[in-house]
């Protein structure tokens, strides 16, 4: 009897640190995408010299547009028409926009496919490639396929980019949500233990480590 109380308690625990990451989650995601689109559209505006690349701007902003307008699919089909016959800069902030269009519109696997191909295309930006790993991650935990999320995020968690922290707490997430509470934890730990934690990461795993449970193995 008490085995099936500690394990009743192990997952209150867990659901518990769950829900405290998505509190967070939002504001997390959100930020990421100001990021994205902020640093994408300065770096692009200080190459914009000929005509076709203004153009390009003109056709991003109005599919952006689309997106503040609710109107998902139309920017979805918008963007994979950039993607296509845009230059590299903006047809890989199109696959990020479309991705979070596919998102809004809950095709969370056709969200994923798109990071995933941003991921692996050797010719993606570094920043934004990494940056893909970690929102697939995000949203692979979202749709219940949290082992995918921890295989594909161990080489970015392991290296030594500035993306290397987020690796870690989303990989910390995805070994949570598959029940791994050990491994969570040493993964938490060693972000609140680094002292290269960027504050916000530091803040997070020191939040939801302190929900769980000390014993777990």
């Known amino acids: 009897m ?3 109380f500690n394990e009743v308690d192990e ?3 867990r659901d518990q640190a769950m829900r405290l990451w998505k509190r967070y989650g939002r504001y997390f995601v959100a930020l990421l995408a100001i990021i994205v689109v902020g640093a994408g559209a300065n770096a692009t505006w200080n190459h914009i010299k000929t005509k076709r690349m203004m153009a390009d701007g003109s056709k991003f902003s109005a599919a952006v547009s689309l997106v503040q ?3 998902y699919e139309q920017a979805a089909l918008r963007f994979s028409e950039q993607i296509t016959n845009s230059g590299a800069g903006y047809s ?6 479309k991705a979070a269009a596919l998102i809004a519109s809950d095709d969370h696997n056709g969200a994923i496919s798109i990071y995933d191909s941003l991921a692996d295309t050797p010719s993606t930006d570094r920043m934004i490639a990494d940056l893909a790993v970690i929102l697939a991650g995000i949203h692979r935990i979202d749709a219940d396929r949290a082992d995918e999320a921890t295989e594909r995020l161990l080489e970015l968690s392991e290296g030594t980019g500035p993306w290397r922290h987020l690796a870690r707490e989303m990989r910390a997430l995805a070994l949570l949500k598959s029940g791994n509470e050990q491994g969570a934890r040493e993964l938490l730990a060693s972000l609140v233990g680094d002292p290269t934690s960027p504050p916000g990461v530091r803040s997070r ?5 302190g929900t769980l449970n000390p014993n777990a193995s």
Do not use: S
């Not at 795993?205 to 480590?209: H, I, P």
């Open 2 to 4: 008490g085995d099936i």
């Open 11 to 13: 997952d209150v625990r």
């Open 69 to 71: 307008n609710r109107q």
């Open 92 to 97: 890989q902030l199109a696959q990020l926009q």
């Open 205 to 209: 795993a020191t939040e939801v480590l």
